[in-house]
């Protein structure tokens, strides 16, 4: 392939500009923060700080909670990825069929998009209260059978489903998208060959996903890990039993108020590290599964 | 193997009409194609016996059962799209031989049956292949090859050559003909292009807003246009028509300049009826001026090869004659236009439908009422 190749203008550097600032404000300025931070021992009042070297990544390591919180982590990226995806696609094969309605629902699903995290861990603070709405009758029958601040997998299921449907807009929109670029005649042509529509579904729209369905795949891995502390904060705050602490929380509690910098700065620098290297195995195992055409 | 029995059939979308009334009947193995200007309802049609569209009223029947409520895959009927709708992540053969697997025909008796097809179509050595790494002329060949597979009683074709340049679509036509002179299976064929539909048909439909304006052979069709519409589509170039009023009492059509062309037959016609005199260009000469009919003014004359295209104005209307002699007249100079009495046709001008005057062009013994098909 050939490349355009530009000589260097000060009208392209100035228009780059602005991009590259918010870039290096907003990414690399704390990511290079955090990673001074995590070798060194920062004091949370300011004056100065000494140079530790792998002793905080040693201490966060060392720590029974730390790995725990990884697996939860882990679980919790896996299962509202899996959810939030299969649920997606369902969706928006169902709306590309133009089913009775279709157009409300599909404003409607795409809603949640707009609604922040916090909102949403509020809202569903609500939905699992044990003492108010759907589990308060169950709870009636079953006294004590349902309480997000007694029982760890409880805990764990309700951050799940919040964060799944929270994601689901997402995966939906680009789902929905991809669905619609099929050409429609291919369709028809699978109908003629004979093929019902689950049939079709399966042998024909969702080979032609794959590309969109491994750019999710990323993205929702990424986000779960990321960007999951609103939910968190607002419907467990880490709990029972830290059952809920997932690494980027706990980055949180353990910087902000426990007033450890340094170990929340190495366990930034984990995570981040981690979440490349999944990245990384994304592209290199999966993307060749997927059929570019 | 089918008749197409197509009883009264209306199309609308929303408050839109696409087709009011049409009915048709398609013999057992005839090829008939489906002739019209786009937008015109042809490919509603095909979709409508295809099932990919709900008939809105009347009926379709294949080999004498109704299918209004049957899914496109109980109808037995394969169908060739136009971009060619192949499977873009499938090989060539798993193109081909999708419908069987869907069937659940077993493996082997599939790969057999789609090496044979596949080398009936001429695709023998490109069966691994994805659809993106063929030629337009051999994805034409796949698509074809994933109807024939199936042996289906209909094949339906939504303008299957239009995406091809001239010279392949030529040599796609013959090879369908030939596919269908092998296989015999009721075939319908949509176009637009007048060539494809000459050389195809058994039978043409042609079809105008929605409804059926004329069905008939081939040279039916162009011996006797049934309406001004029919008479301007088919033929190329087309059909010259000039206004004129009928006078009874001469047998014949009175031009707006004063000209008189004589009819043929004569009888029984209206007299003062506004009417529409048609000339084909191939039927009319070239003569010195004062010895035709009327004398015209050339405007151009288009190099065709084999023969000259003059386009002529007679009192502001354009008219064209085809001529193999190599006129050596410039533009602006005025001729003679001759023709017989048998090579014009008459129209209604009011309803633009054919008046039998007793005698047309080439006068055989088919009967007019057949020829005006089942409209």
Partial sequence: MRRACFKFSWIAAALLAPQLLIIFVFFYWPSAQALYWAFTLEQPWGGGNTWVGLENFRKVLSDPYYWSSVRVSVIYALATTVLAMSMALTLAVFVDRQLAGYRAYRVAIIWPYAVAAPAVGLAFQFVFNPGAGIFSYINAVAPGWWDLSRYPWQAVTAIVIAGAWKQVAYSFIFFLAALQSIPRSLTEAAAMDGARPLRRVLDLQLPLLTPTFFFLLVINITDSFTDSFGIVDTLTGGGPFRATDLMVYRIYADGFRGFDYSGAAAQSIILMLLVMALTFVQFRYVERRVHYT | ?375
């Fill in chain 2, 1 to 375: 193997m089918a008749e197409i029995n197509i009883r009264a059939v209306t199309k609308t979308f929303g408050k839109t009409t696409i087709m009011e009334g049409v009915t048709l009947d398609i013999r057992n193995g005839e090829f008939v194609v489906i002739l019209g200007p786009s937008g015109c309802g042809k490919s509603t049609l095909l979709r409508l016996i295809a099932g990919l569209e709900e008939i809105t009223a009347g009926e379709i029947a294949i080999g004498g059962e109704v299918v209004n409520r049957l899914e496109p895959r109980e109808r037995g009927c394969a169908m060739v799209f136009q971009n060619y709708a192949l499977y873009p992540h499938m090989t060539v053969a798993e193109n081909i031989g999708y419908a069987l697997k869907v069937a659940g025909v077993p493996r082997a008796e599939r790969t057999a049956r789609v090496a044979e097809t596949a080398k009936s179509v001429g695709l023998g050595d490109l069966l691994d292949r994805k659809p993106g790494q063929l030629s337009g002329g051999q994805r034409q060949r796949v698509a074809m090859a994933r109807a024939i597979i199936r042996s289906p009683r209909v094949f339906l074709f939504d303008e299957p050559l239009s995406n091809l340049d001239a010279k392949l679509r030529v040599q796609m036509r013959h090879e369908i003909r030939r596919i269908h002179n092998q296989i015999k299976a009721t075939s319908v064929f949509v176009t637009h292009d007048q060539h494809e539909g000459m050389t195809l048909a058994d039978r043409l439909v042609v079809m105008n807003r929605g409804s059926i304006e004329q069905v008939g052979t081939p040279s039916e069709i162009y011996d006797r246009p049934a309406s001004t519409y029919v008479a301007g589509f088919i033929g190329s170039p087309a059909m010259n028509l000039l206004p004129g009023q009928l006078v009874a009492a001469r047998r014949g059509v009175m031009l707006e300049d004063g000209t008189l062309l004589p009819l043929p037959g004569g009888e029984g016609l209206r007299d003062g009826l506004m009417v529409q005199v048609g000339i084909r260009p191939e039927h009319a000469r070239m003569v010195s001026p004062g010895r035709g009919r009327f004398d015209a003014r050339i405007d151009m004359i288009e190099e065709l090869g084999a023969a000259r295209l003059c386009n002529l104005v007679f009192e502001d209307i354009p008219f064209s004659l085809l001529t193999d002699a190599r006129p050596a007249l410039a533009p602006g100079a005025v001729v003679g236009v001759g023709f017989g009495p048998g090579q014009t046709h008459l129209f209604d001008a009011g309803t633009g439908a054919r008046i039998e005057t007793g005698a047309g062009v080439s006068q055989t013994d088919r009967n007019p009422a057949r020829l005006r098909g089942a409209v």
